[in-house]
């Protein structure tokens, strides 16, 4: 009885210890992978992911997205997203335009010359993300693929929590 | 011949897509992830996820990190980690001190304080992060684990890149 138990407490304790090394691991290898693209970016293009983040999000949506959409859909800042429109606009890559939903409100667009530039990049990053991802075979990609598609499905439905 | 080049070019194609696939996703899933637990931070114990983030590099590094050290080990924030440090040591939870083998700089650590409200708040969220990964079987976990381990092996072997 008592091994049982104390058997019980060792499995409880490994299956314990095993989320935390994976949600370690995980954050480490995105983290890795952020780090890589965020210096390769400075260095190809002189410019920052959540700047490349923020044009992603708008190729995405043609029709213009809200500033409170834009900052919830941002995958890699949780920043200042009102100061990188500005400093986008002041380029000429993106504009402000009348929410012709809400003539109150306004959305944010690519403007042709940001499109044009975030083509550019964009196949280029597909490029490092492909070569990151190498040391996985296709069928480990597709089990990668999978596994965090239960993984997402579950947190999904944690989402009112 | 042309229908084998075209099969060719289909494949790359699918094998391109899917790394882009499976990198968005894990960066979905890591953001997902890393927002509840903040969340869960604040409303639980009023704190923010860089500075338990900071207090748990401390916890296990005894001897003291320096400031480099630190910023370079910080999962959560790419921010302003002697803000953070200032604010912890004003409330008592880290403390500079003379680094022995360098008397010209120095090394953080936790005090006893700070020590005592990181293992309390740790033991809360490792539970945290075993309920957001029940999604997956103990099994699914190792596969995952192993997988994430085979893309970090890959990863620093691009290090000097």
Redesign the interface.
Known sequence: MLTMEKDLETRLAN??H?????????????????G?IRSRLRENFKTTLPRFDLLAQLERHPEGLKMSELSKRM??TTGNVTGITDQLEAEGLVRREVDPSDRRSFVVKLTPEGRRLFGEMAAVH?GW??E?????S?E??????A????????????EAQ
Chains 1, 2 share one sequence.
């Open positions: 299956d314990h095993q989320a935390i090394k994976l949600w370690l691991r995980m954050l480490t290898c995105t983290n890795r992978i952020t890589k995958m890699v597909e993300v492909i990151l991802f190498e040391g996985l296709s480990e990609k597709e089990t990668l693929y596994l965090l598609g239960k993984l997402k499905q579950h947190l999904n439905g944690k």
